[in-house]
């Protein structure tokens, strides 16, 4: 059993809300899976979780996260391996990540002119939970179980 699932496991009735907002989170189908992971790895670095980091990257890479892409995370505003609409998102988990969380105008604007309400909820709900998920793990000391030990791991934002 990993770690944040025992943990929460000590009040089952927040283990039980945990495990059907992860599942429903994971379930949601309608923003594209590689996006997903990108905010969630990007929210991930910002907060530091080490567990976070180290599933978000393995999971992303699953996603159609490239290598590259996974190393130049923090500098996706110029690097030429996002494209304009995964720029967009990365900006999007910065903002919502920040504190106190301020998403300007003129990035929400851009955002709904990109993405259907349906997506843009989905990306909402999966930053904010991952926001949730590396808080949590992270104030719990919850260390890297090793699960991109074999491929590449983002780095925390310094």
Known sequence: MLDPVSITAHSPEVLAAYLAFERDVRRASALDAKLKQLANLKTATLVGCPFCIDIGSAESQEAGVSVEQVQALHQHETDGSFSEEEKLVLDY?????????????????????????????????????????????????????????????ALPAR
């Open 93 to 153: 988990a910065v903002a919502m990540t920040r504190t106190p969380l301020v998403v300007d105008e003129t990035l929400f604007a851009q955002l709904k002119a990109r993405f259907s309400e349906a997506e843009l909820v989905e990306l909402t709900a999966t930053i904010a939970w991952e926001n949730y998920r590396s808080r949590f793990n992270h104030a719990f000391g919850i260390n890297a179980h090793g699960f991109a030990e074999n491929g590449v791991c």
